[in-house]
């Protein structure tokens, strides 16, 4: 198992890093997550343009770059640092997934080249009302009407599901249930017959809809019927991206704890040398860095087809899940009381963490996953 | 002179109500005749307002108040840690001109001990208070004051000496609010409420008779004010209710508790909301699944054990007996409860915990919890405080080193910005 | 509730600890823990004859002192503390407990008064190799034989079991599952048949013995097919019982590691003046006193007759389970090197609450007894 | 000259160890051998029984030795520590005498740096030498001292002067273990084991040639010590591996490797045999628990984890970066993991885990680890001592403020018994 990142992946890093800094500053964060969108295509362009984030996993055949999960892990662990504003989750890891993995060479053609260049921002509806991250907790309904099919039904917790321009959506055959008659579908954000709401989030920089279909007129994927395969493909990498990006958010609410306590006097000392502040920030390390492991190895072990890997990618997210939340938790009480108020970035961070912890399924949830999957 | 046997007591008391009673008065009117009478605050001194009575006996007079369904004077709110500290410190004039209208309600007060560069560390205060002519002119920032912005009068901790040691160079202050030089800004929340208010003083004048107690006498006034800051905020819950009864009075109280409360909208929340798990968990249908029902086993073991433990400390109270460690466990526990529920409450929710306002579980209030309960640790005492006391003055063990409590404290290290 | 000591259950607590203090330092538990027996007839009588504690809580009709659970949980409480070796648990809380539930009038006169003299050692056979302490663990076959009945089979996990002088059985009828056909017996130390073996226990201070049955002609207790009521009633009050014991042993625990800290010196400053150690002494009281509130509340509410018993006492079990090993973790830590080896005293501790955390049921055991009995 | 490119390392190791290598000679002569050609230490000096080979190729040669199958020296134990102290502060006297038979493992070594008053804190050594006539005499008491009752030589850091600060009055010495003022009694643990000795030292008298580097300089040569010693634990671990080949060597290292890892016999215990957790769970069906399960998954997610960031920190390593921030972790993490190990095979045990030896799970094993896991937090550096490393040299936080540093060390408040 490759277990160290090369020297041009610690420049892509170092790279992106600063250019987030700059572009991704919390005062940013706090203009966008206030705006009911979440994101500005303008800005979001102007930011790809220059690093073309969005290509960067997207296969050379279809518009891409060609790199690994490494590489894609690597972006979105630094724009979980910086809590970057934009639809890149939900068009590059989800839609842009499901399509690689489902879709027909031909829809490939057609469809990824643009999510490649940003021009198309996608996402993934896929949990309902019931609120599973699984295949067997989908209940929407794919009719066949003529040549094409039309759904009817809701999608709930979308990603960016109100500002998106394509959204790939999982259905299944009447009367069908597990595994079984699942397909995926691609309709337009202004479909008719479709209504999307935006919910209100407790993390309002990751904005979610709920996407209501009246018999929308939708395009098959891929195979009909054969979609519950590349679903659970796409959401196993999904984990893992998921995973890179909290372990970056739950670094940078670490540093910038570190810092405050550094700073910060009381009692004519700085808090930092009280001693169960020190123990305080070695146990933050200890979490953050051990959870940042499983998320690098999770994203080697995809890139190297590791057999074990529905196992490994839920034990990342189930690391990162506490791991983010413990040190949000912890960043906030070193804060003390400015922690706790709005003006204080840590809360930005915090509520990622919440809102992450339980996003494609909670830590209990992937620790069952990783258990019942475990090939020793 | 009163007759201080129960008995008497109870049957004064219970005249005076009979007599006096009278839900169609205006709040203010039957306050002013509990003043007069000395009913309201019974165990204060008779020349101001009282009866003189031991404090071992108040309850005897709560009770006859609870029987005969008349309102007391509602013991909660910096207004009576106003009152608790004039009595203590205060001048005469201090008692004339002030604690009539607490009594009534009249005047609303705030307090002004924390400051943004100071934190846990109250004696740390930088505010100054400077003489200028015959008046002491104020400059500097306090934050963390509940109802600033309807204050009338604050109470106000001031360094009037720097290079005195830091203990030594404070003075305390009644500030009269509705001036000029005093800002009150509302200072939001990571959980979207503004319980609370930056104050900025910018040459805020304070007479020289509004000085409580002598010149750098402040920490040691200011230690009898926290001193009454807990059982105020015990009290404050047990205000929230009023009656459910038709009369003018008492429209009056619930529009003066709804008003006083408002801030504290959100402590249900930042406290776990315990009541509501198993009822969640139920209706989820999540106590069902093993392993939730183990983590809501597990809290319910926490909270269970705490509030016994909060029993076992009042029995023991009641009973005379000296205060064991028990009695300065709850704050701490009751953090570890709010942290550990809000856990479980994550759970529960699953998914939908991402959600808030009318999009969340129960209206929102589940999300609430969520971005509320860090403030349980933090607020009136952190975690690290209150493990310093337990360790100290339980344990006697060993203080902290100090490095800030002999020298000129304008020589002490010190946050540069708030 | 009521929810204090009255002072006289203070006195006595008082005058029992420095008794117990005198009577057994450790050094008399380690001479003890190291005979095969665990402890000594003669030392056992003579100190329970100054203090009868082996007739507290024994109803005065049957020549006890009739006090309830509370006064009985403080003699526990002080016994954990001191960790005295004596057959008191297995004697007076399990046989004393089974007989009084389910034996008959008669069977109460004739065995009891010996019991709470101290002049038998009882205990009560429940566990079996499989290691559960519930009813519907025990396999042991009970076969009708003439007037009598004839046990054959195994118990383990016999408190006491190679030594006592009388020997209350649980079994079953023959066919019989769950809650039927369990009937109780008694069988004397020394029946033909009965082979009694010592095991070695982590926890050298609470002997066990597996007992084999060969045909053991046994008296039934009380009503036949009617032992599962009685035996579940047992076994609330034992684990109050026994949350009471490990609280006493906790606080030990946890005073003799603050003591030993306050003492010590390390790097020219007291080991108690650095805030680590200061923080980790105000958490373990917080454990110790928070699990003492629930086995003092249980012992009460048993007193008081409360319809949530079940629940209360098992919720007290688990407070206890994790309080006691978490302290004695926590005393090991604190005094550093020294805690682990032999000669100091803390293993002994650790070791007792090692075997009470399992004793009668784990943590999570009595956490889901607690949930599913819960009245609310 | 010797050519130090790597091939040139590789065939010359090779040619040498082909033309050498055989199975049937004794292992002191074989070491011998090593020790007179310098392949044995290849990075010592060329002077004593090295080749001057830089540390980045000693890999090559040891790839070369097991390409073979030729038994190497192994790189660990006490003596190990011995022979680095010496080449880097010894004289040649003590290279001369010392260093060869170390090689050979002739001689047995220990180290007598701890005591019972002194702990975490290695540099409060109060055990003292004094010159008496023309010799050191020691008195004093040593701890945790592993193989002391066979040791020939012991490594020995005693104060020297009572009136300089604390770090300053020590000095290091190679202390005779083989003489009448030196005790050694077997100090028994928890668990049953009895892996290291106290040591009394009673008028034991060192010759002053047997000083190592100037008076006062102690501390410093004990901090090159300690140094290696991480690095030896390690590789003792590795050490066990002797092939499993019929042979007179083999059958003598063997032999020595039983009798020197006989001490660390239940170190897997104390790591809480994470390897026995899912093999056991199959077993007993605790696997179809889901609380059960729950906890294992805990205990996996962090013990891999724990694993991963080790692997992490050596893959950087070997790419020659800096030292990140996971290179620090291991120790704590473990401790971490051995507890929470512990924690579950008490869940898999149930009743169980009361039993020990023969009665107990596979044959003791479980009760073992349940009685050995504490050390893991302590032995080699206490979590406490960790966290204060990571938090100071990791994340350059502030330094514990010292209050033994700069006083003459009889001025320092210390344990007065053992």
């Known amino acids: ?376 | 002179m009163v007759d201080h046997t129960e008995a008497a007591v109870r049957a004064e008391a219970s005249a005076w109500l009979e007599a006096n009673w009278d839900p169609n008065r205006s709040l203010v009117e039957w306050r002013d005749m509990l003043a007069d009478s000395g009913w309201g605050m019974p165990n204060w001194p008779t020349e101001w307002y009282g009866k003189d009575l031991p404090v071992g006996l108040v309850p005897v007079v709560e009770e006859e108040f609870k029987r005969i369904g008349a309102l007391p004077i509602p013991k909660s709110g910096i207004r009576m840690l106003a009152a608790a500290t004039i009595l203590a410190h205060g001048t005469d004039m201090h008692r004339e001109k002030f604690l009539r209208r607490i009594i009534t309600g009249e005047d609303v007060w705030c307090q002004l001990f924390s400051e943004p560069g100071s934190g846990s560390d109250l004696a740390g205060a930088t505010t100054r208070a400077v003489m200028v002519g015959n008046k002491w002119v104020v400059n500097g920032q306090k934050v963390w004051t509940t109802s600033a912005h309807k204050a009338h009068w604050g109470l106000l901790l001031a360094r009037t000496d720097m290079d005195l040691p830091k203990h030594k160079g404070l003075s305390y202050f009644i500030i009269d609010m509705h001036q000029e030089g005093v800002e009150a800004v509302p200072l939001k929340q990571m959980n979207n409420h503004a319980s609370f208010n930056q104050v900025f003083l910018t040459d805020a004048e304070v007479l020289p008779d509004f000085q409580v107690a002598e010149l750098g006498d402040g920490w040691s006034v200011a230690t009898t004010t926290l001193m009454h800051e807990r059982r105020a905020a015990d009290s404050l819950r047990a205000w929230g209710q009023v009656p459910d009864l038709e009369g003018r009075i008492y429209d009056e109280e619930r529009e003066e508790v709804k008003t006083t409360l408002a801030p504290y909208s959100w402590y249900p929340q930042r406290a776990g909301r315990v009541d509501l798990i198993m009822q969640r968990a139920q209706e989820t249908g999540a106590i069902n699944d093993p392993v939730i029902r183990q983590e809501i086993a597990k809290l319910m073991v926490l909270h269970k054990s705490a509030e016994w433990t909060a029993r076992r400390a009042r029995a023991a109270q009641m009973q005379g007996k000296p205060q064991g460690p028990e009695g300065s466990l709850g704050k701490l526990a009751s953090s570890n409860v709010a942290r550990a529920a809000a856990r479980v409450h994550t759970m529960l929710s699953g998914a939908d915990a991402m959600l808030s306002g009318s999009d969340g579980e129960r209206d929102g209030t589940i999300a609430e919890i969520l971005v509320s309960f860090p403030a349980a640790s933090i607020a009136g005492g952190t975690d690290e405080i209150q493990r310093n006391i337990i360790s100290e003055r339980v344990l006697r063990m060993p203080k902290e080193t100090r490095f800030d409590a002999d020298k000129p404290f304008k020589d002490v290290p010190r946050n540069t910005v708030g």
Chains 1, 3 share one sequence.
């Open chain 1, 1 to 376: 198992m490759k277990f160290s990142f090369t020297d041009e992946q610690d420049e892509f890093r170092t790279v992106l890093r600063r250019f987030l800094e700059d572009r991704s500053p919390s005062t940013e964060v706090r203009r966008l997550m206030a705006t009911a969108e979440g994101w500005e295509r303008d800005r979001w362009s102007e930011i790809n343009a220059e690093l073309e984030l969005t290509a960067v996993a997207i296969p050379e055949a279809y518009g891409g770059h060609g790199f690994g999960a490494s590489e894609q892990c690597i972006v979105l662990e630094e724009m979980g640092r910086a809590l970057l504003c934009a639809p890149y989750f939900s068009s590059t890891v989800l839609a842009a997934g499901a399509i690689l993995n489902a879709g027909t060479e031909e829809q490939k053609q057609a469809l990824l080249p643009k999510i490649a260049s940003g021009e198309t921002v996608a996402t993934l509806a896929f949990t309902e009302g019931n609120g599973r991250w699984d295949n067997a907790g989908v209940e929407m309904v794919a009719t066949k009407s003529g040549s094409g099919f039309t759904l009817a039904g809701s999608k709930n917790l979308v990603l960016d599901g109100h500002t998106a321009d394509l959204i790939v959506v999982l259905a299944r055959a009447p009367g069908s249930s597990g595994d079984q008659g699942l397909s995926l579908f691609t309709v337009t954000g202004d479909a008719a017959g479709l209504e999307r709401t935006g919910l209100t989030t407790v993390d309002e920089t990751r904005k979610l809809a709920r996407l209501d279909f009246t018999n929308v007129a939708a395009e098959l994927l891929g195979e009909e019927g054969e979609a519950a395969g590349p679903m659970a493909t796409t959401l196993t990498r999904a984990a893992i991206c998921l995973a890179n990006e909290m372990v970056g958010g739950a670094d940078r609410l670490r540093e910038d704890a570190l810092e405050y306590v550094q700073m910060r006097m009381q009692f004519g000392r700085s808090i930092a040398s009280f001693q169960v502040t020190k123990h305080k920030a070695a146990d933050m390390l200890a979490d953050v860095e051990l959870a940042k492991s499983a998320a690098y190895y999770a994203a080697a072990a995809l890139d190297e087809g590791d057999d074990d890997i529905v196992s490994v990618a839920s034990l990342a997210k189930a690391a990162a899940s506490e791991a983010y939340m413990q040190t949000a938790i912890h960043a906030v009480q070193m804060h003390g009381g400015i922690g706790f108020t709005w003006d204080n970035d840590t809360h930005l961070w915090f509520k990622r963490a919440k809102s992450s912890e339980v996003f494609l399924g909670d830590a209990n949830h992937h620790r069952e996953v990783m258990m019942l999957n475990w090939a020793e």
